[in-house]
Each structure stands twice: as structure tokens, then as C-alpha cells.
């Protein structure tokens, strides 16, 4: 049986590794044992942290449309429940991004989502 030499693919390896390493500090961006746990242990709370800034994003869209509907006299509850009975389907989003920019749009959709129930 003949030799097989793999220098080339575990270099391959290693560089990709490595690759994804840089801009670690100190050893974790040279070393390739302590770059491996690096990348493994950073592509693991890149993939949870995805996750996490949408759970954040939504609380802060919660928020801010709740401080414009109190400041209009309704709870977030009440308010989000008058919306979905009016069959005013819009997202969070857009309801904070109204709420933040232009108060009186948000005003018309609460008047309107309050009319209809």
C-alpha cells in the first residue's frame, strides 16, 4: 500500500481555521489549538446572539409602543388587541417606527383601530 502524505489538506485545514482566527488577540488568533476553541465558542454566540438581538429588538418595539398608546390613554394590550379586531395588520416594526416619527399618524391608527371595536 502506497504512502499518502496530507500535509496539503491539513495545512488547508488549519489556514481556514486560522482564517477565521484573525483579529483574535494574542494566541487566539496564532495558535491553532487555542484558534479552534476561539472560532467554536464565536460562531456559537454569533449564532445565539442572532437569535438574542431579535428577542431585543421586539422588547424595544414593545416598548416604544407602549409609551405612545399610554400617552394616548390606552395600555399596550388593549391597544395591540383594538388593532388585531380592526384587522389592522401591521408588525411591530412599523407600529414603533410610526410611533417614534410621526405621532399623528400613530394617533389616526389608534382612533381608527378604537372606532371599529
Known amino acids: ?3 499518502i502524505k496530507r500535509g496539503f489538506r491539513a495545512r488547508r485545514r488549519r489556514a481556514k481555521i486560522l482564517k477565521l482566527a484573525k483579529g483574535f488577540v494574542g494566541g487566539r488568533s496564532k495558535l491553532f489549538r487555542t484558534a479552534k476553541n476561539a472560532v467554536i465558542k464565536a460562531l456559537s454566540y454569533a449564532y445565539r446572539d442572532r437569535r438574542v438581538r431579535r428577542r431585543n429588538f421586539r422588547r424595544l418595539w ?26 389592522v395588520e401591521m408588525d411591530r416594526k ?16 389608534a382612533d381608527f383601530a378604537s372606532a371599529v371595536r
Not at 72 to 80: E, I, K
Not at 94 to 103: Q, R
Open 1 to 3: 500500500m502506497t504512502r
Open 62 to 87: 414593545i416598548a416604544r409602543i407602549n409609551a405612545a398608546s399610554r400617552a394616548l390613554g390606552v395600555p399596550y394590550s388593549r391597544f395591540m388587541h383594538s388593532l388585531q379586531v380592526s384587522g
Open 94 to 109: 412599523v407600529l414603533a417606527d410610526i410611533a417614534l416619527f410621526d405621532p399623528a399618524g400613530f394617533k389616526a391608527i
